[in-house]
């Protein structure tokens, strides 16, 4: 037993001997704008999280963290150089950059280098890509998800379209192409982008901005740096752009901006005023005011503060020295060796000192081991998502500026997106009774507003819709010339105007006459006009027909229609016997005949049980008569009392009772009714005779009768509507027409002043009227309207 264990005791040794030894330091490099409003936020986080590393003797246990800080002074040239110089110190990772520029560039150098490159700012989705192994993002999320939340926020308040104001470098032009990608997922887009350099001044901010005025979307979508972005605003309202109308949405820029000093600037909330903007979600802990308590302290007398980036910078390096401490848990050595092509770099004709760039020789093992991080800091759990390429369960705040401080109105989530309960861990599992609807809580808008600003005008640089209106000579009820400011009237403009009103935005338009004045406009010639793109549409009554929609667009019927028939009719005078017509001499011997057989057979069946149809054969015949024809208005007096005798009586006065009701309902209509004069009873009749038929002048009535119903065009009479009751009166005798064929619309206002005429038969085509669009239309921009009508009417 006991050498047993001296033999356990002799492999131990030998395994620790066989470990190498910890290094006494570790350098880690941070690399950052200093005076910057994130710089100055990360500066002190990233000190203090270096000071609770090499105190906390749970971490790196011995080995010394010790730090290099370069300062890249917000130059994409400078910040070059600096990573290259910081790289010179061998260390084995770099917290930083913030910006995305530099990331892009700096990712290119410890991609060779094998230095894993932690960046608690650079938000460009670009640099998750496979290009970029050594870049680690250690921020909460990238403008992926940032954008993913604006879009939500625009498709929430129902806007389709917005205008992005951004900083023309990598990290602008990432973001935007993110919300591009977004808001088309939402069925929304970016419809108009405003870059500017990284450089500008304030006149060129102005003229920009000044662009974007001249455009439809009132919703401003601003992705620019912290430390010029309050810029845009100020030039913002110098041009009375923060007034009501307008939506301001600002990326997490703006949150850190106002973050970064206590109390808040006044003259920078001054300039922000209803501003919607995004911060990334950290949930309240202890560690967190812990640290905002150290980071006052250390800044005694300045004004600045903790912003969500200097706490991505704190578990930055945090995250950074439990991967070294793994590291060398596991018993890797720290070693770096020379690049063979920067040495044959220097031999040759090079004067830069290349030679002192060294490859971290673990550089890949450590990497593996970041990626494994996981553990709770300040910002909450830090884990990577799948991709490994960021952290997991990117969440925002959703904050609304006013007065003197910002309002929180919600939160964003990956997978709950816009709640206003806070967000949890997706592995959290949730009943999806319990999940959270889509909402916010209400925002104070630019200019004092809780209303939500419809987010469109019609911009100033657009003309108005020409919209082509039929000149009506008769019934101009429908549409016609007016005197007022518009041009036109009618109960068809008024249908467009009551439509359009309802649109979020305003749509000037400008009604053009169609039509010489003297005779009602050929509609086919109309629509033809819109199709040419002569008119942007026609309002009016144009009747939706087959041929009509192979060229133009209509939108949903407004009004039904069909062709009908009107004939004359006359009233047929009554005579004395009037009351005899409603049946013919037959029906009346048939009926008389009946009424007596019915009195027999009833006396047959009674007359030897009932007394009151016994006597004398005279009274038994007057019996038989009187019983049978009192029966007419159900008043015998005469009881029956047998079965048989019962059961014909309740037979017979249920037919008596059908005879009584046809009769007096033929008899009213004889009396009352209208007769028509010329027999035509509907189409056929119409189409059978050889009179002539008349049709309104610009009517598709004389097409669809030519072609659908292979009328003679020498039937067909051109006629105006003031001319329809003389030549229905003439009748085809005397010059007139047989009968009209005309919209189901324009009868039914004729015969309201004519009561003489009447439609015949049923309508033999079923369409109705819309407005019409050219089929070239796009529904977008000034054309939206004609959608919204199309849908408004369904």
């Known amino acids: 037993m006991g ?49 609770d590393v090499n105190r906390d003797a749970r971490v790196l246990r011995g080995t010394h963290l010790s730090l290099v800080a370069q300062d890249t002074k917000c130059s994409g040239f400078v910040g070059t150089i600096q990573a290259l110089q910081l790289m010179e110190k061998k260390v084995v990772a770099v917290v930083g950059p913030q910006s995305s520029g530099i990331a892009h560039v700096v990712s290119h150098v410890v991609n060779e280098l094998h230095v894993p490159l932690l960046s608690f700012a650079a938000t460009d989705p670009a640099l998750a890509s496979a290009q970029y192994p050594y870049f680690v993002r250690a921020a909460r999320g990238d403008d992926s998800s940032q954008m993913a939340a604006v879009a939500d926020i625009v498709t929430y308040y129902g806007w389709r379209e917005v205008t992005v104001i951004y900083v023309d470098n990598d990290y602008g032009r990432g973001g935007v192409d993110a919300l ?22 304030q006149a060129a901010i102005a003229d920009l901005l000044v662009r974007v005025t001249m455009m439809e979307s009132r919703v401003c979508v601003v992705h620019v740096n912290p430390d010029s972005g309050l810029a845009v605003f100020a030039a913002a309202r110098s041009l009375g752009m923060m007034a009501s109308g307008y939506v301001w949405i600002a990326t997490d820029w703006l949150a850190a901006a106002l973050d970064s000093t206590r109390p808040p600037n006044p003259r920078a909330m001054s300039l922000v005023q209803g501003v919607v903007t995004l911060r990334q979600y950290t949930p309240d802990s202890g560690a967190k005011r ?105 969440a925002y705040e959703v904050l609304n500026v006013g007065g003197t401080g910002v309002r929180r109105v919600g939160y964003w989530s990956n997978h709950s997106h816009l709640s206003v309960a806070a967000p949890t861990p997706l592995r959290i599992k949730t009943n999806s009774s319990q999940q959270q609807e889509q909402r916010l809580y209400s925002v104070i808008w630019p200019g004092e507003t809780t209303s939500p600003p419809r987010g469109w005008v019609f911009p ?93 667009d209509f939108t949903q019927p407004y009004v039904e229609s069909g062709l009908v028939i009107v004939s004359p009719v006359k009233e047929k005078s009554s005579n004395a016997w009037a009351f005899l017509k409603p049946f013919t001499l037959g029906m009346w011997a048939v009926t008389g005949a009946f009424f007596l057989f019915v009195g027999a057979v009833v006396w047959i069946l009674e007359h030897r049980f009932n007394p009151e149809f016994r006597g004398s054969p005279r009274e038994q015949l007057v019996t038989i008569f009187w019983f049978s024809f009192s029966t007419m208005f159900f008043a015998h007096r005469e009881n029956t009392v047998s079965s048989l005798g019962r059961f014909v009586l309740i037979i017979w006065l249920f037919v008596v009772l059908i005879i009584n009701s046809s009769y007096t309902a033929s008899l009213t209509s004889i009396l009352t009714v209208q007769q028509l004069s010329t027999g035509i009873q509907g189409l056929d009749g119409l189409l059978a005779s050889a009179d002539p038929i008349g049709y309104q002048v610009g009517s598709f009535a004389k097409s669809y009768m030519m072609q659908e119903l292979n009328v003679p065009e020498s039937r067909l009479k051109e006629l105006a509507i003031d001319d329809y009751a003389t030549s229905l009166q003439l009748g085809p005798r005397n010059g007139g027409v047989a009968a009209i064929v005309d919209e189901l619309p324009y009868v039914d206002l004729f015969l309201s002043t004519n009561c003489q005429f009447k439609t015949v038969g049923q309508e033999f085509t079923k369409s109705g009227w819309g407005f019409v669009r050219s089929k070239l239309k796009l529904c977008i921009s000034s054309h939206q309207w004609l959608c919204f009508v199309a849908e408004w009417i369904d």
């Open 290 to 394: 812990s640290l905002t308590s150290r980071f006052a302290t250390a800044q005694l007398n300045r004004t600045a503060t903790l912003n969500a980036f200097g706490l991505a910078a704190y578990d930055a390096v945090w995250m950074a020295a439990r991967a070294i401490d793994e590291f060398l848990e596991d018993g890797g050595n720290v070693t770096f060796s020379a690049d063979p092509r920067l040495q044959q770099e220097v031999n040759g004709t090079s004067t830069l000192r290349l030679d002192t760039l060294r490859v971290f020789d673990q550089g890949e093992q450590l990497l593996h081991k970041v990626m494994l991080a996981n553990f709770t800091g300040v910002t909450g759990g830090v884990r990577f998502s799948a991709d490994g390429r960021s952290l997991a369960d990117p």
């Open 180 to 201: 591009g990608d977004a808001l088309e997922a939402k069925r929304a887009k970016v419809s108009f982008k405003a870059p500017f350099p990284p450089d500008a001044d």
């Open 460 to 552: 100033n640089n657009g003309r108005p819709l020409r919209i082509g209106v039929p000149y009506r000579t008769t019934q101009k009820q429908f549409v016609s010339k007016d005197s007022g400011p518009d041009g036109a009237s009618g109960y068809c403009i008024d249908v467009f105007k009551a439509a359009v009103a309802l649109l979020p935005y305003p749509v000037p338009v400008s009604f053009i006459l169609f039509g010489d004045g003297v005779k009602n406009p050929d509609y086919s010639d109309l629509v033809n006009k819109v199709a040419n793109n002569v008119f942007d549409a026609a309002v009016g009554d144009v009747s939706i027909v087959t041929n009509r929609t192979r060229v133009v």
């Open 3 to 51: 050498s047993a264990l001296l033999r356990v005791l002799c492999l131990c040794s030998l395994v620790a001997l066989a470990r190498p030894a910890r290094p006494a330091n570790v350098s880690i490099g941070a690399l950052f704008t200093f005076d910057s409003v994130i710089g100055r936020s990360a500066r002190a986080a990233i000190d203090l999280a270096v000071a």
